[in-house]
């Protein structure tokens, strides 16, 4: 329960063996993590994106194993949604995306980040913006009806992400 807080930063939210085989999961190639091209007007090129669980359901074989595990840390009632998403930089032009809720009513939305990469997590809350630097296995937790924004990399080609969203 964040309580009064208006968003919650853990680093190393997982165990490190727990974080690497999930990290060597999604973000390693060689595996052949299946990835959905998403075209959205917010980013020039669109981004790539994996659903775990969506519309009251799971959507992928790795859920049980990857991804339940993670859900009983963060104490999830009630799962919304829980997609990864694989954002390639050049494809944002050095533009942060577009303010965003992701619903409009009291729920938890909650980042694990996969990667660490010079870009984060904006937030802006009572009118100021707070930046989250994207650092792996780091678990940045707010109400869903804060309006937060992607910043793209300017080093690093990719960066990798898990958001859920719960009660």
Not at 21 to 49: A, H, M, R
Not at 150 to 158: F, L, M, N, R, V
């Amino acid at each position: 329960n964040i309580g009064v807080m208006s968003f919650k930063k853990i680093d190393n939210f997982l165990a490190k063996e727990q974080f690497e085989k999930l990290q060597n999961l999604i973000c390693n190639p060689d595996n052949n993590f299946p990835w959905y091209y998403k075209n959205i007007s917010e980013v020039d090129k669109g981004f790539f994106t994996h659903y775990f669980y969506v519309d009251n359901k799971i959507y992928c074989n790795y859920f049980n194993d990857y991804v339940e595990p993670i859900l009983k840390q963060l104490e999830v009632k009630a799962l919304i949604e829980a997609r990864v998403h694989m954002f390639i930089s050049e494809f944002f032009k050095n533009k942060p995306s577009e303010w965003h809720i992701h619903y409009p009513f009291k729920a938890k939305t909650s980042i694990l980040y996969l990667n660490t990469c010079d870009s984060g997590t904006e937030l802006k809350i009572n009118d100021e913006e707070i930046f989250i630097k994207q650092e792996a296995n780091t678990m940045l937790i707010f109400d869903s009806d804060i309006y937060h924004r992607g910043t793209p990399s300017t080093e690093d080609d990719i960066r990798y992400l898990i958001n859920f969203s719960y009660f």
